[in-house]
């Protein structure tokens, strides 16, 4: 459909993103929680967040930064201990809102001063995983025509199509959090073992990333 264009095997690339998209990961349980605690509007600031950041990875693994973060030991370390110890700090901020600090209600555990910075977490959370961008690289590449004059084109095009993907999900995460919100305000307990479960998840996720090896 693509192939003047440079891309090939469109719809095993097709049913790759759809995989991809649909695995839970920190940026999409951050937009996730974003809606809940402050709705659709917040929902949708955390999901631009992931946009750009997932832009600038995208557009860094075309320019072939993903060799330098491939090849350099420290280079990689330097991003993977930066991005572990932010998904550790949300995770134990979270966590301690929820279990120590007294506040009116778990829906609202996270503070105005978050709040106002869902955009810029969001971003970071996206930008700060060195494998993302070695993933990228080595994904799109099985997709890109090698004796296409411009490699730009495909990049571009592939690019999109993943983002459209992760904006659509994305949307359904961002509803979805605005109705439950709603439940939350009613079950404090229920609110409670959620942001719970979150800070739980965050941990992980920076556990992961620190422990794995380049």
């Known amino acids: 459909m693509l192939e003047n264009f440079g891309v090939i095997n469109l719809w095993t690339y097709i049913i790759g993103v759809t995989v991809l998209t649909l695995i839970p990961g920190p940026n999409s349980i951050f937009v996730l929680t974003s809606s809940v605690k402050h709705g659709v509007k ?3 600031k955390a999901s631009f967040g992931v946009f750009l950041g997932d832009a600038a990875l995208i557009f860094l693994a075309f320019i072939g930064v993903a060799s330098l973060v491939r090849t350099s030991p420290l280079f990689f370390d330097v991003v993977k201990y930066a991005g572990a110890a932010y998904l550790l700090y949300l ?4 966590l301690y809102t929820t279990l120590i600090k007294k506040e009116h209600h778990p829906v609202d555990d996270m503070p105005k001063a978050t709040k106002d910075h ?4 969001a971003l970071l959370l996206s930008l ?3 494998k993302t961008i070695i993933f ?14 411009n490699t730009a084109v495909p990049f571009f095009i592939l690019g999109s199509i993943l983002e459209t993907f992760s904006m659509i999900y994305l949307s359904v995460l961002i509803f979805s959090g605005a109705t439950l919100s709603s439940m939350f305000k009613q079950r404090y307990g229920l609110a409670k073992l959620s942001n719970g479960c979150v800070g739980a998840l965050f941990l992980a996720f ?4 620190a422990l794995a090896t380049s």
Do not use: A
């Open 42 to 44: 917040e929902g949708y």
């Open 91 to 94: 995770g134990g901020r979270i």
């Open 118 to 121: 869902i955009f810029r977490k």
């Open 128 to 130: 700060t995983n060195p």
């Open 136 to 149: 990228y690289v080595s994904f799109f590449v099985q997709f890109v025509n090698p004796d296409y004059p």
């Open 206 to 209: 920076g556990l992961k990333l």
